[in-house]
């Protein structure tokens, strides 16, 4: 069974920096693309950053030039580099991973159950 556990939320001040790490473990046979997507109060949850397998990037408008995304697929692991926090950013952040299981050999799409980030002004 595939699980999807992410780490490394926070408190921070304004300014100040957290890496968000997202760990994929399970009978897996292939991860394609991870990403990064928050939730703020009252709000939908939205796209942050976005990697495919190949090396290909996607950031919300919102976070470019602040926060990177990066992936070790030997760990089968998602990081997110956030630097410059502003108290916009406080939300809950999800990782989302596309998984094919070695025994179905069919790709889903897991989430987890995501980590706090508070950023005070």
């Known amino acids: 069974q595939v699980q999807v556990v992410e780490s490394g939320g926070g408190l921070v001040q304004a300014g100040g920096s957290l890496r968000l790490s997202c760990a994929v473990s399970?009978?897996?046979?292939?991860?394609?693309?991870m990403g990064w997507y928050r939730q703020a109060p009252g709000k939908q949850r939205e796209l942050v950053a976005t990697?495919?397998?190949?090396?290909?990037?996607n950031y919300a408008d919102s976070v470019k030039g602040r926060f990177t995304i990066s992936r070790d697929n030997a760990k089968n692991t998602v990081y997110l580099q956030m630097n410059s926090l502003k108290p916009d950013d406080t939300a809950v952040y999800y990782c989302?991973?596309?998984?094919?299981?070695?025994?179905?050999?069919?790709?889903?799409?897991?989430w987890g159950r995501g980590t706090q980030v508070t950023v005070s002004s």
């Open positions: 990697l495919t397998s190949g090396g290909s990037t």
């Open positions: 989302n991973a596309g998984v094919v299981g070695s025994t179905s050999l069919r790709l889903y799409d897991y």
């Open positions: 399970g009978t897996i046979f292939r991860i394609n693309a």
